[in-house]
């Protein structure tokens, strides 16, 4: 089930695209996922474009669902789903609220709220207030972070969070910045300082056709990783489902005709990671 905010203007709040809930892919147990809208990156295969803009209410067109009833003209929205606004302003008290509806999933399961994105750490204050307000419930909190900002940012929020995703977008610093616009050594270097704090973290890398998808890369990302105390890492498979929203967006999409990973790559990759546990 998911969750479209719709319009709510108010000082304090944070711009997101959707609370998606049900969610078991964005840590442990039963989960309600808060994408936030801006990101710092610019990830090529990137799944959720309409999430790289901080715009509020940015047009997203499908054609392909376009009837020519002009409904979108007269009544500003379309019957078939192919015109969609995306980027709305929900306050921290609002989105807890939203979120704690599902508390009892949450508890049965070992499960929480995962704020996503976009890049969660742009909007800090927010989530920092948001998480404040859902651990005065006992709610599990985790953040899903690319960690290439500030580590000032990471210092407001994990008074409030319970446990840290990073996706380590590369492993060599050149390949790193062109293909994402991350900078691999501060994301190394907010990982130390996150787990010299104490906080948990799991680091996700994605497996990208041509660019991570090779024993000789994992090999690599597993010495690499092995100097880092990370709880877990998991293989984020790429997929194209994400390519309708860039012809939405107007956006061209550099794998357009990629095929998706296949598990038992995965399951191949798996093998370069000796000493840390491995989820796929």
């Known amino acids: 089930m998911i969750f479209f905010p719709g319009q709510n203007m108010m000082p304090d709040s944070g711009t997101i695209t959707r609370i998606q809930r049900f969610s078991t892919g964005d840590g442990p147990g039963i989960r309600s996922t808060v994408f936030l809208k801006g990101c710092n990156l610019h990830c090529s295969w990137c799944h959720n474009p309409e999430t790289i803009s901080p715009e509020k209410g940015q047009r997203m067109f499908y054609a392909e669902l376009c009837r020519g009833c002009g409904s979108c003209r007269s009544a500003g929205i379309c019957p078939n789903g ?20 599902d508390a009892p999933f949450y508890a049965n399961s070992g499960g929480g709220v995962t704020f996503s994105g976009g890049e969660p750490l742009l909007q800090a204050e927010y989530v920092r207030a948001t998480a404040a307000l859902l651990k005065e419930k006992g709610i599990h909190i985790a953040v899903d972070t690319a960690a290439c900002t500030a580590y000032s940012a990471f210092e407001r929020l994990n008074p409030v969070t319970d446990l840290y995703l990073v996706d380590l977008k590369g492993i060599e610093e050149t390949a790193c910045r062109e293909k994402t616009g991350a900078d691999l050594k501060l994301v190394l270097e907010n990982i130390r300082k996150l787990t010299d704090a104490g906080k948990t973290v799991e680091l996700r890398l994605p497996v990208i056709p041509g660019y991570s998808d090779t024993a000789e890369y994992m090999e690599r990302a597993a010495a690499l990783i092995s100097a880092l105390r990370v709880e877990s890492v998991t293989l984020l498979p790429f997929h194209r489902l994400g390519a309708p929203k860039y012809r939405a967006l107007g956006l061209e999409y550099e794998y357009q005709t990629v095929p998706g990973v296949e598990r038992s790559l995965l399951e191949r990759l798996s093998r370069a990671f000796q000493w840390q546990t491995v989820k796929f």
């Open 82 to 101: 192919a015109l969609e606004f995306v980027g709305s302003e929900l306050s921290p008290a609002e989105t807890a609220g939203i979120l704690s509806e």
